[in-house]
Structures are given as C-alpha cells and as structure tokens.
C-alpha cells in the first residue's frame, strides 16, 4: 500500500524508449498502482499544497474515466504519443514550481489541510465515496467529443504518475481484471497449480474469522504453522555411542599426602602435576589463576613446536604400563620359550591389550577411533599360539588351546580334521579323548548316534591297547585306567539320554560280567583278546546279570567244558504277570499330548533289553517292538569293554549301575561327566529338609535322573518306582553282586538296598498312599529282617539304624525304640571309637528331638540321655528318667578328651590317621548336639567354629578337590559332613525358636566358599535368603562365587534364587491368582535372570548341560515369548543334540512343530518307539 495517497511528476527518462506497463495487482485490497519513480514524487515536495493535490486527482479521474479505451489498449504506443507525454509532463512540472513558491506563507495550514485530506481519502468513507461519484459524472457528462483524442495522451500520462483508491473509480471495477482464456494444459498433467500462479502467504493460527468455534472448524491441508520443536534424544549408557566412551583414556589423578595445617582452609586447592610451574602474576594475570596456555592466548600467542608436540611424546600412565608389560611378556618368552603358563598368560593377557585405546595406534600419536574387532584380537592370539607351538611341539594344552580359538572362524570340517591329526599323534591322552568326545557330540551338522557311539568305542579299545602294552609307540599315561572308567559312564549316560537305554543297560551288564565272572584261563591275556572270548558267551542267549538265573561268564564256560546247561523247570509259584497299563486312555486329547504320554510311558517300562524267556517258551516273535531284540548286537558293546583292575574302581562300578537303576548308592559321576549327565532339577526339590533338618535323607542324585524316566521339568523325584518288571531286575542284581564283597563294601551295598525301600515308604507317607504303604513297610520290614539275619549282618549297626528308622517312620514309635535299645546295648564297652555306634545313637538323639517341637520336657531328656550313655563304659540301658547334672559333666568331658585324641592322632601319619579320621565326623556330630541340648546353640556355634578353624588349616584353603593324598581325600569330606550338622542344627533352632539368621548365613557363606559344589549347602542358602527383602548381598555373594568355582551349581542356584525372587513378586502383584497387576516393579528380574543363563552357557560346563538348556527354555517359555523360545531350543541342539528330554519339552511347548521334531529325532537315530504311524493306528483302533 502507498505511503501517500497522491503522486506525481513522476516521469520516465526520455530515451528510455519502452512504453510504460500498467500493473494491477490484486494482492492489494482495493488499490492499483503504476510503475513509478519515488524521487520525483511531489509528496515529498515543501511547496505542494493540499489544494493542488486535490485538483490534480479530480484531473487525472476524469483523464483516466475519458481514455479508458487507452488502457485497454495493445501496452505498446507510437513514438509520437511518447514525445506528446513527455512535453506535457515538463509543462506541469513548471507549473507546480510556480505554485510552490506562491504558497510558503501558509504552510503550517496546508499541511493540516494536506494531512485532513490524505486521511480522508485513505480512509474511503462512504460520504466521501458518492461525493467523489458525483463529480466524476459531472465532469464527464461536460466534456466532449472532440476532447477525447487529445486528453486521451495526458490520460495516458497522469496515469503512469497517479495513484489513487480504486474505491474513486467503480465503473471500471469490472474491466481492471484481464481474464486469461489460453488453457495451461500442464494443469492436467501435475496434481496442482504451478506455484508461481500462486500468492505467496502465512497463516497465523489454525482458526478463521466469522465461524462459530464449537459447532464449526476448518481443516487445514498441508504443513502446520506451527514449529515443531526438535527435541535431542538423550542418549542413554548402552548406547553404541556412549559404550565407547568407556575405551577413552581417563585423566590420571594423582594425590600427595601433606600434614594438615592448623590454619582454615577457605577452599580446597587444585593442585597441579609436578612438572607444570606455577604461574606468574602479570597485567594479563592479576590474580595468578590462568595457566601458561591461557596466558598466552590471551596475548595472542600459540605454544611452540616442542611444546606442541610434547604431549604426545610423553606417553599416558595406563598405555606405559601395557607397553612395559608387553615388553616384559615379549622378554620373557623369549628367555623361557618352554614355559607353557607363560604362553598361556600371554594369551590371556591380549583380552587386556585390544580393551586399552591407542596402545596400536595406526600412526605416532593418533589413536585407534575404531572399535577392537573380535578378528583382531583372535588372528594376535593365534600368533603367539604358533610361536609357542614352534618352540613346544609336544604340548597338548597349546595344540588345545589353539583348536579352541580356531573353532571361532574355521569350517567344521576343518576343525574335525585337525582334531584327528591330534588325536593321531597322542592317542595315549585320556584328556584329550573326552575333549574330542565332547567336541564331536557338539557338531550337531555332523552328529549322529551310531556315529558318536563308535567313537566311543575305538577311544576306549584304544586306551586299552595303550594300558595292556600293546602300543609300544605311546607309553600309559597316569590315572588311564580310572579315566577310561570315567569315558564308560560317560558312554553309558549318552545312550540313556539318547533313548537308547537297552544298549547303556547292555553295557553294563557286560562290564560286569567281563570284570567280576572272567574266567581265571582268560586273566591273563590282552584285552582285545579276552573281548573275543567273552563274544560267544555273550551271544548263548544266557541270561545276563539283572535277569533271573543269570550265573555269569566264568560259570558258562565252566559248564561248556563240561557239555552245556543243564534245563531247570520253571518255578510253577510265581507271581502273575502285571498288568500293563493302557497306553492311550484318553483319545480325545490332542495328538501331540497323546504321544508324549505313550512315548514317556514306553521309556519307562522298556528300558530292559528284551530277551525270549525260554521258562515262558517264548522266542523273537513274541517282542512287540522289533528294535527291543535286535538293537543290543555285541558289536554294539564289543569295543567299549575295559579291564578294571582296582578293587576300588569295581566296587564303584556296582555303585555305578545300582545309581543309574535309580537306587540311591551314594555314587556321584566323575566331574568330566556330571554335568553332561544332569537333566532333572531335583536338586531344587529338597522339602523333607525343610521339614526335618535333621533326619532329613538324602539320596544324593545330583540332578542326574534313573533309566527310564524323561518326566516333564519340576516333577518330584520319587513319584514312580520302576513297574514290577524293574523291581525284580533291581533284586536280581543285588544277589548277584552281594557275594561277591565283604566287609564294609557289602554292608555299604545292603545299606544301599535297605535305603532304597525306606526311600519308596517316605513318598507313600508323604503322599497319604496308605493302601500303598502298608503293602511297602511290610516289603520293607521283610527285607530287613532278612539281611540283619546274616551272619556278618547281625553286628552291622548300619542295618540296625535303617530298620529303626522304618519302623519311626511307619509311626511305630515304641518299636523303633526298642530297635534302637537293642541296637546299643550290643555294642559293649565300645564307647566313641566307633564310628557306626555314634552314627546310631546321633539318630536316634536327633529322632527323639524332632518328636517334639518344644525343646523341654520328655524328649530333650531321651535325648540327653542317649547321647551321655554313649561315653559310659557300662552297657546301656533304656530311658529312666532325668539325667543327672554330674552324668552331663562327665559326658562333656569325655567328648572333648575323645576331641583332643583324634585331633593328635590326625595330626601323625599313616593308618591311626585314617581311622581317626574316620570317625571324627560323627564324633563331632554327637558333641554338637550335645551341647545344643545341654547348653544351648552358642556353645554349638562355638564347638563348631573351633574345629572348623583347626581342620581348616590342614589342608590347602580354596582347593577342596584334593585328590592326591588318603587323608587329604577324607579331611574335606569330615569338614563337609560336620558343616552340614552345624547347618541343619541352626535351621531346626530356627524353627522352634526365634533366632536371626545372620550365624546360619555367615556359616553357609563360609562353607560354600570351600564347598561350592555342595547342592544341599547351596539349597540351604538359597533358601534362608529369600527370606530377605534385599537381594544385593546375595548377587554380589553368587557373583565372586561363579568368577572364582569351576562347578556350575553356583550358577544354577543363583539362577534358582531369582526365579524364586520372581515368583515373589508376581504373587504379591496377583488377584485371586490370575491377572498379574504391576503394583510392584519387576525392578528388571526377567532380563537378570535372561542374563544369568547366557552367562552360564558361557562356562567351562553350561553349554554342554541338558538341565541348563531345559531350564532355560522353560523360562522362555513362560514368559509367553515363542518365537525366542523356539531360537533357544535349536541352539540347545547345536550343543547338546543328544539329548531327548530336551525334544520331549520342544514337543510340549511347540505342539505344532510335532512332525518336525520327530523327523529331526529320526535323523539323528534318537529312539523314537511311538511312531506318528503306529499312533494312527492305536486312534483309529
């Protein structure tokens, strides 16, 4: 809009030849204006008066109203019109000049009549409007005809030099628009206008005048006016960007120790590194605050080149001291290239290198940006792996370590034939065979029964050869004998978990036949030989150990010299055969649900290698599943038979096969084996401890389940016993074997017998099976009575305090006491050296205390008095009364000399050692609870930690696992034994009374730094701590255990510990048991316990662990995530592909993957004895 609603003499310059263009534009609000030259405007002129500028608008309104057909006309002009114009504009010039000067005098009223008039019209009021309208008809109705041609030009002129509202002219409204016929055909062919048609413009606000904001809106298309604040995103910890700001070198502080000064201090002092002078004070440094770089700024100055460059001449403390640590690595390899810790810490130490930034930097100075690669770091160790081996050809640990490195980048094949190149090399290394055992198992591209089976078969034959002498390249190493035993379970439990239980059965049954029935003409040859003497027995069809009538392999050929058997008629007495329980009972089930069970249900009874019964006239057409009688072929068990020459490593053997029958024996595998071997998480399910912590029996499976059961994850441990079928197996193998020792090994074996009967009477009492129980405690009770009337028996207080506590636990109170009288009094005078009389008594004192809960009264005295009878030399007698004061005094006394003799015979060497050692667990036991009862838990606190602190340091602190010496196999054991009655003595007094947990959480913690293999320490641990509300103290304790432990019970109790922390919380967040509110925060347990699990595969024993992977993926699982439930099951697979129970749980948790799995099961030979095909014939049936 116009700053003044009146121009003029304004003119173009005389040669500018180009005719003036008329521009309307229609932006403005009523107003069109015509290019014009702002200099010669006589707005800004002193001497323009308001009257002139009044007569010259009425002037150019009617020029402009006359030649209205010359601004319709074609823009350019003849060049004659252009000279007429400029003459008449040089004319008016003059003529405002005059005028100008005329009126001086007046110009304070001009100006206000000026500024009246300029707001007058600007403003176009309506008055003014008809006024304007009037004179304008007037003027044109005067004029005429003949006027027009030459007022057309002046018209023409003003125009070019005018402005004026549009409101003054409204008979040419309709004509000031010029209308564009020509179609723009680029409008058909884009979606809009071209923008340059488009006025340009910004909207404030979103709304519109005139509309009535509640009922009415407008929506705006296009972009909003509104800015869009770009908020930074803050970046958190475990973001790539921040993670590595953590590989940055730090500022390293240093702090001199000064005296404190009297004086106060008003501010703490910055105190600068040594080398940096302090600073001067000048005009630039009143204050002396500014360093030299600052000052040197601030006069304009830059630092000079040494300086510059002196930083980076001087190298950081941290990137020193690697480098001096590699020169020294560096040094001394160079001087000891035999030393192969040295290599292997070397090794070690690049993981410490590759995590320092710029210690190799690319160029002086400059710093590695970039992130380590995991290459890298690999190609450096395999360097100085290959240096190492240079210069120690024949180290395994280095070939080992190498092949553990490589197998993060090479191919499978290539790993497997360098492998056998090593294997070739030391086929006398019984470490390296289960390495490469194990390593085999873990290729799940090239796994396959058959295949790992054999393998185990050529290990063992190898071995063999090797220990007979027959290898005469590569000498018997030590301990070969006790490794190849540990590679035979090892074999045995891969078969049971595959399914192949028949052949693991079959292995053990002909192991002990060729150990313990070789006959004496075959002892003295080769191994290999004596195997192809025992294959004709093998293939006699005679009955083998286990079955009945089974004689063994020496008795066979002894009859075979003799012209064979002799047929003995089947005893027409026995029991009907049991009938079988039907497979499938409910066929509206789903299918997946359906063949779990019957495939569950075929694991558990046909676990036996069927046989024709001859006594039954049966033969092989009788077997309902064909690979029952065909699958267990002396080749299949020809190769893995060894020589076992150690009294000790037969007698385990037995306990061996009775353990993986599911009889409680006492045996625990051999650490290279345990944990491949656990699959069940009984060792979470200890509730009888919780309830009677001191009689509590311990049948001491360590996670390792019995043939024939893949029960569902979290099932108890004794819900079943084996089907008629396998009790009678069990009892044939007992006598079998129980002639064949004597002396403590065959009363450890009726006691293993005896222990698993009592064990089937606890499940029936715990479960309220009466009907069950009573034809159970009979049994029982049968079969102690028959073994106590024995004649090596009748004296073996084992059995007597096992057939007490059945009848305590039948609830026969009375008897069981009588029992126990008995029991007693036969052992005379022997007082506390023997260790089996205090092992009695200590039961049936902790018996009479868990009778009743108050600790006054009847029981307390039973009790005192069994256990101060104990050290009387006269013979026992029954329970009378209150014990006398003086009777305690003198019981005290007599334990702690007894104390103070084992202690100093322990201290001598030799046999005395051994015994003393061998009875000082339960002599220890018995005074603890003494003084529990007499005097209180303190003086058992007391008791303990004294003897604990002298047996501590006989033996080397942090190494349990010592295995080298008698007595230092026995001393962590009695320090485990007595740990454990400490530990349950305050859990009952915990129970009975109020006491704080802090003595039973200290003792714990100080056990299961010693003992961290120890699952029921470690349930007692874990238990006691979830009492707690704060769990810091217990992550930090799991922490330092699982950096420092090899076992990986610390791992799984750890992961057992958040799992319950978990269940806690879920339950408190839970309404009438269904929807989960999240009142309380999960405080981030589901990614900890993620966490825990990924760490633990990580170790040494996690990745090649079933009841890992099955815990793990029952975790996933319950979470609701499938997808990543179903990437954890194959990579279980990847690492342990062998194992069925982990595809049993797959079939349960991804129903519709079942045909799948089982086509994985049949590729891999896993034993698959329900068919998809059989299991539609028994529907269809």
């Keep these: ?101 005329k009126k001086r005098k007046h110009q304070h009223y001009k100006k206000t009549k000026r500024k009246h008039g300029q707001s007058s019209s600007s403003e176009s009021e309506p008055e003014s409007d008809s006024g304007k309208d009037r004179l304008s008809r007037s003027i044109r109705s005067s004029q005429k005809e003949s006027e027009k041609v030459s007022y057309g030009n002046n018209a023409a002129a003003d125009v070019g030099h005018h402005s004026f509202w549009l409101e003054d002219i409204q008979t040419l409204t309709g004509e000031i628009f010029r209308t564009d016929r020509k179609p723009d055909p680029a409008n058909w062919e884009y979606k809009s206008l071209y923008r340059g048609d488009i006025a340009r413009y910004k909207r404030k606000g979103d709304s519109c005048l005139g509309i009535n904001p509640k009922k009415q809106c407008v929506s705006w298309e296009g972009v909003s006016t509104v800015k869009k604040h770009s908020h930074k995103h803050v970046e958190r910890y475990f973001t790539k960007k921040s993670v590595g700001l953590m590989n940055i070198d730090g500022v390293a502080i240093t702090s001199k120790t000064e005296p404190p000064s009297s004086e106060p201090v008003l501010f703490i002092p910055v105190k600068d590194s040594d080398n940096v002078a302090a600073p001067v004070t000048t005009w630039l440094n009143p204050l002396g605050i500014y360093d030299q770089s600052t000052t040197q700024w601030l006069q304009g100055q830059g630092p000079s080149e040494q300086e510059s460059k002196q930083p980076d001449s001087q190298p950081d403390g941290e990137d020193g001291i690697l480098k001096a640590k590699v020169e020294e690595f560096n040094r001394k390899v160079r001087e000891n290239p035999r030393d192969i810790q040295l290599w292997m810490s070397f090794v070690a130490f690049q993981d410490e290198v590759m995590r320092s930034p710029g210690l190799y930097a690319i160029e002086e100075g ?167 003497f025992f294959e004709p027995f093998w293939d006699s069809g005679e009955p083998r150990p286990g079955e009945k009538g089974a004689r063994g392999w020496r008795a066979w050929m002894h009859q075979q010299e003799r012209g064979g058997w002799v047929v003995i008629s089947p005893d027409e007495d026995d029991d009907e055969p049991e009938e079988e329980e039907e497979e499938i009972r409910d066929k509206t089930l789903p299918r997946w649900q359906i063949w779990l069970g019957a495939e569950r249900s075929r694991d558990e009874r046909h676990w036996q290698p069927w046989r024709p019964d001859k006594t039954k006239k049966q ?87 019995c043939v024939g059961h893949m029960e569902q994850l979290g099932c108890p441990r004794w819900v079943r016993s084996h089907n008629r079928e396998g009790e009678e197996f069990i009892r044939n ?148 009364g209150q014990v006398l004061a003086t009777q305690v005094l003198k019981a005290r006394k007599a334990y702690e000399h007894a104390l103070q003799d084992c202690l100093g015979e322990n201290c001598a060497s030799g046999p005395a050692a051994a015994n003393s050692l061998d009875c000082l667990s339960s002599l ?197 995530n499938k997808e990543r439930s179903k990437g954890v099951f194959y990579k279980a697979l990847q690492n342990c592909p062998w194992a069925k129970v982990l595809y049993l749980d797959a079939v349960e948790y991804f129903p519709n993957e079942l045909q799948e799995i089982l086509d994985l099961m049949t590729e891999k030979e896993l034993r698959v004895r329900l068919p998809l095909e059989e299991l539609e014939l028994l529907l269809e049936d």
């Excluded at 204006?33 to 608008?57: E, H, M, R, Y």
């Design 1 to 101: 809009m116009a700053l003044f609603p009146a121009f003029a003499g304004v003119g173009e310059a005389p040669d500018s030849g180009v005719s003036r263009k008329v521009q309307f534009s229609a932006v403005f609000a009523g107003a069109f204006w015509i290019k014009l030259d702002w200099l010669s405007n006589p707005s800004f002129c002193v001497g323009t008066t308001a009257s002139s500028l009044n007569q010259q608008t009425k002037e150019a309104t009617a020029l402009v109203s006359e030649g209205s057909t010359l601004t319709r006309s074609p823009l350019k002009s003849q060049p004659s019109d252009e000279s007429d114009t400029n003459k008449k504009l040089t004319q008016i010039s003059r003529k405002k000049k005059k005028e100008k000067k």
């Design 619 to 705: 033969t092989e057409e009788d077997c309902e599943d064909p690979e029952r009688q065909a699958c267990v072929l002396f080749d299949d068990i020809g190769q893995s038979l060894i020589r076992l020459s150690s009294p000790d490593l037969q007698f385990q053997l037995i306990q061996a096969f009775l353990q993986f029958l599911g009889v409680p024996s006492g045996f625990t595998p051999p650490a290279s084996c345990l944990y491949l071997a656990m699959d069940e998480n009984s060792v979470f399910h200890n509730g009888l401890y919780e309830e009677k912590p001191l009689t509590f029996l311990n049948p001491s499976f360590s996670g390792v389940s």
């Design 733 to 880: 193998t007992f006598h079998l074997v129980l002639p064949l020792f004597s002396g403590k090994q065959k009363s450890q074996l009726c006691f293993s017998w005896l222990r698993y009967e009592i064990a089937k009477v606890i499940w029936c009492v715990q479960t309220k099976n009466k009907k069950r129980l009573k034809s159970q405690g009979k049994n029982c009770k049968k079969l102690a009575k028959n073994l106590l009337k024995e004649p090596e028996n009748r004296n073996n207080f084992c059995l007597w305090k096992q057939y007490a506590h059945l009848e305590w636990l039948l609830g026969n109170i009375e008897d069981a006491r009588k029992v126990f009288d008995t029991a007693v009094s036969m052992a005379g005078s022997s007082e506390l050296k023997d260790r089996e009389l205090c092992e009695l008594s200590l039961l049936y004192a902790e018996l009479e205390v868990e009778l009743l809960q108050d600790l006054r009264g009847a029981a307390t005295g039973r009790a005192v008095h069994i256990l101060t009878r104990l050290t009387e030399s006269s013979l026992y007698g029954p329970y009378t």
């Design 924 to 1120: 220890v036991k018995c005074f603890m609870l003494f003084q529990y009862l007499t005097v209180g838990i303190d003086a058992a606190a007391r008791t303990y930690e004294q003897l604990f602190a002298k047996l501590k340091v006989s033996f080397v602190p942090g190494d349990p696992g010592l295995e080298h010496s008698a007595s230092s196999q026995s001393l962590p054991s009695v320090l485990e034994a007595i740990t454990l009655m400490h530990t349950s003595l305050l859990r009952f007094h915990m129970k009975v009374s109020v006491y704080p947990l802090t003595p039973l959480r200290e003792a714990l913690s100080e056990a299961l730094k010693l003992y961290p293999g120890n699952q029921l320490l470690w349930w007692s641990y874990v238990q006691i701590q979830n009492k707690s509300h704060s769990a810091s103290k217990t992550r930090r304790f799991f922490d330092a255990i699982t950096r420092s432990a090899k076992p990986l019970e610390p791992w799984l109790f750890a992961i057992e510990a958040e799992k319950m922390r978990k269940r806690l919380v879920e339950t408190v967040q839970r309404v009438d048991g269904r929807e989960i509110h999240a009142t309380i925060p999960e405080t981030g347990l589901t990614h900890r316990i993620r966490a825990l699990f990924e760490n633990a595969m990580r170790s040494d024993n996690g990745s090649q662990c079933p009841l890992l992977w099955r815990m793990y993926l029952n975790f996933l699982v319950s979470l609701g």
């Design 366 to 532: 400059e710093q590695e940006k970039q992130k380590k690669s995991l290459k890298l770091i690999l190609e450096k160790k395999l360097a100085i792996l290959e240096r190492a081996i240079d210069s120690n050809q024949s180290s395994v640990d280095l070939k080992l370590a190498k092949l553990k490195l490589c197998a993060e980048f090479w191919e499978p094949s290539t790993l497997v034939k360098e492998w056998q190149k090593l294997i070739f090399l030391h086929p006398n290394n019984s470490a390296l065979w289960q390495k490469y055992l194990l390593f085999c198992q873990s290729q799940f591209s090239t796994f396959s029964i058959s295949k790992i089976h054999n393998l185990y078969g050529k290990c063992l034959s190898t071995l063999s050869a090797v220990k007979d002498g027959s290898m005469l390249s590569h000498p018997a190493l030590p301990g070969t004998e006790e490794a190849m035993f540990a590679l035979f379970l090892q074999q045995c439990h891969f078969l049971r978990q595959a399914g192949h239980s028949e052949k693991a059965v079959s292995l053990f049954q002909a192991m002990i036949d060729f150990t313990f029935f070789k006959p004496d003409s075959v002892k003295d040859l080769p191994t290999k030989v004596q195997v192809e």
